[in-house]
T-cell receptor
Framework: GAVVSQHPSWVICKSGTSVKIECRSL??????MFWYRQFPKQSLMLMAT?????????EQGVEKDKFLINHASLTLSTLTVTSAHPEDSSFYIC????????????FGPGTRLTVT | SQQGEEDPQALSIQEGENATMNCSYK?????LQWYRQNSGRGLVHLIL?????REKHSGRLRVTLDTSKKSSSLLITASRAADTASYFC????????????FGQGTRLTINP
């Protein structure tokens, strides 16, 4: 089956620093990748949708300058949390879709971000 | 915004019993999907049911879809301790933004 990886699986950073999370599709080409965040005991909330080679589409209320998304290749998307604050601490999950099958999403294992 | 409502929010049953979770949504959909999430982990896709389907089976899972009521149910038969997880429904709309919209989830606990 299609496999999506995320790196790192967990990260601790200090307030004011930036942290980059990678999402890779290992055995298929992903034209579309999605980034979600999840607070404890809550559901997933879509942050943004990225298509390879174009700018990401952010959901309402998500600061594009704070959460930088780059989808530079068909197998890699990155999410950079800039000037992180404790309230950015969350579980970040990516998913990837093969070309033409956006409803078919394969999820990464998630990244736990803790900002101290 | 999350359009899916799931109930119950939490469910605790004995091993061997059946577990039923429900999901309601608001817009017209192309398909509805169910996912499982173990604590602190990513999502595992369980089953996809299309809007023109009424019931689908996969192993011990049975999913129903009632588009007239905009609702779906997930039944897990003969539950096992390993089924302990959170279960989410997610809908893919016919029109509008192409994205999955997740329900709030049901936390299922199977007691040995």
């Amino acid at each position: 089956g299609a496999v999506v990886s995320q790196h790192p699986s967990w990260v601790i950073c200090k307030s004011g620093t930036s942290v980059k999370i990678e999402c890779r599709s290992l055995d298929f080409q992903a034209t579309t990748m999605f980034w979600y965040r999840q607070f404890p005991k809550q559901s997933l909330m879509l942050m943004a949708t990225s298509n390879e080679g174009s700018k990401a589409t952010y959901e309402q209320g998500v600061e594009k300058d704070k959460f930088l998304i780059n989808h530079a290749s068909l197998t890699l998307s990155t999410l950079t949390v800039t000037s992180a604050h404790p309230e950015d601490s969350s579980f970040y999950i990516c998913s990837a879709s093969p070309a033409g099958l956006s409803h078919e999403q394969y999820f990464g294992p998630g990244t736990r971000l803790t900002v101290t | 915004s999350q359009q899916g409502e799931e109930d119950p929010q939490a469910l605790s049953i004995q091993e061997g019993e059946n577990a039923t979770m429900n999901c309601s949504y608001k817009t017209s959909i192309n398909n509805l999907q169910w996912y499982r999430q173990n604590s602190g982990r990513g999502l595992v896709h369980l089953i996809l049911i299309r809007s023109n389907e009424r019931e689908k089976h996969s192993g011990r899972l049975r999913v129903t879809l009632d588009t007239s009521k905009k609702s779906s149910s997930l039944l897990i038969t003969a539950s096992r301790a390993a089924d302990t997880a959170s279960y989410f429904c997610a809908t893919w709309a016919i029109q509008g933004a192409q994205k999955l919209v997740f329900g709030q989830g049901t936390r299922l606990t199977i007691n040995p």
